[in-house]
């Protein structure tokens, strides 16, 4: 209980970072954010709405530098020499904006799911490595020590081969309401979309080197018998095969039913790895930084409970960092030429996104619509 009343204070509180030395051959990092998306504010920023007025009042209540606003404000934040990065949170107009971006010159932080389609995903790497920029989609749970801790007990043998993994990620009816943009099909919304990309992740990251070979079953359920829903799925369970004979099991729900219509259920937030020799599992591998806990239940022995907040000086990173710090330190990292302690490759993300629409094209209901936009290497 201290810890955590600790981990949530210097959350709130984090002690002053140091500026950049005036010599420093480092520069300063400025970001500019698309949109002031209801995340934002958690992973960074410096905003431009479409809205001028909202674009301000944003500034200020988050005190950025600058804002940009109207029609051309998400251009108008590319074309600012000042900026060096662009953290991409929009609903999934990702491609359009994240090649814009490119195109400007700029590295981009890039919200999951990365794009609608995996060939556009494919098509921002590309740009991105011709222009030398650095795109990460922010899986932002992939650089906390906790699910990374998992990984090592996996690859430590301890519990042998693995043979299924289960990944759960489910949130209360209501959370997302109607008419957000994850209820979009336009706007690439949808359960597989949102909790489903991770599920898809976490299964694909703790499989190591085995991976998917095909979706045995899928099953969609649709947000409401409204049409404009028709191939927006609130739920998906989903079975695939992995490589070395791996049976993944995903759950997704992101408008699971109240109990007795009126109490909310508490979130899943589950990994379960069962392997020829005990069973590993974490609860909460999404926001670890505020709780969680990893349950290691070797065949035959005591089971034992591990938390894991830090890297324990091996990395750098205090107990009460967030999943979005490990991910900006990393990120920064990159940009600045050193080491990051992890990384997810491009191809990661182009798999992911490939896994997502293989599982959309077993219940039916189809990849999301690709991009509009079109790139064109002369535009301005
Ligand atoms: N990493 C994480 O933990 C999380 C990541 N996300 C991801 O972040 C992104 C944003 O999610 P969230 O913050 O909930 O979204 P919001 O609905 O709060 O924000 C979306 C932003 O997109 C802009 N936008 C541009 N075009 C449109 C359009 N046609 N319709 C609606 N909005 C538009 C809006 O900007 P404007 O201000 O210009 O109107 C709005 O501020 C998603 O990709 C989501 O998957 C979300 C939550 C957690
Ligand atoms: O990124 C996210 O994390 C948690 C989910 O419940 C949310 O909808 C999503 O956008």
Not at 9 to 25: D, I, L, R, V
Not at 36 to 41: L, S, V, W
Not at 85 to 100: A, C, G, Q, R, S
Not at 216 to 229: I, K, N
Request: hydrophobic share 35%; aromatic share 12%; net charge neutral.
């Amino acid at each position: 209980m201290f810890g955590l009343l600790s981990r949530l204070y210097y959350m709130s509180n984090p002690p002053k970072t140091h500026q950049a030395q005036a010599n420093s051959p480092l520069k300063t990092l400025n970001f500019g954010c698309l949109g002031a998306a209801k995340i934002a504010p958690g992973v960074l920023i410096d905003p431009s709405p479409r809205d001028a007025k909202r674009a301000k009042k944003f500034a200020e209540e988050h005190g950025f530098q600058k804002s940009y606003g109207g029609d051309t404000g998400y251009q108008d934040m590319i074309d600012d020499p000042e900026v060096d990065v662009i953290y991409n949170p929009l609903p999934n107009l990702h491609f359009e904006w994240t090649m814009k971006a490119l195109n400007g010159g700029k590295h981009v932080l890039l919200e999951k799911p990365a794009t609608d389609r995996a060939e556009e995903a494919a098509q921002i790497f590309s740009l991105a490595a011709s222009k030398n920029l650095v795109v990460l989609e922010a899986f932002h749970y992939r650089f906390h020590p906790a699910i990374q801790r998992v990984k090592a007990i996996l690859e430590s043998k301890e519990l042998g081969a693995i043979k299924n993994i289960t990944v759960a990620l489910t949130a209360p009816a209501g959370t997302a309401k109607d008419g957000d943009i994850r209820w979009s099909y336009e706007l690439g919304g949808g359960s597989t979309m949102d909790p489903g990309c991770y599920t898809v992740n976490v299964l694909r990251y703790l499989a190591s080197s085995s991976s998917p070979t095909a979706v045995l079953t899928a099953f969609a359920v649709p947000y409401s018998p409204r049409p404009q829903h028709k191939k927006v799925d609130k739920m998906f369970p989903a079975t695939l095969a992995l490589e070395n004979g791996i049976f993944g099991e995903l759950h997704s729900n992101l408008s699971e039913p109240k109990l007795f219509g009126i109490i909310p259920r508490i979130p899943k937030l589950t990994a379960t790895v069962r392997c020829e020799s005990g069973t590993v599992e974490i609860f909460n591998f999404l926001i670890p930084s505020y709780y969680h806990y990893i349950t290691v239940a070797p065949s035959g022995k005591p089971r034992r409970v591990e938390k894991s907040y830090s890297f324990h000086g091996v990395a750098k990173g205090e107990d009460w960092w967030t999943t979005y710090r490990f991910q900006m330190e990393a990120f920064v990292d990159k940009i600045q030429g050193r080491t990051p302690q992890t990384w997810l490759e491009p191809q990661d993300t182009i798999d992911n996104m490939k896994w997502i629409e293989e599982i959309y094209a077993k219940d039916g209901f189809g990849s999301r619509p690709p991009s509009k936009y079109v790139y064109r290497e002369d535009e301005k």
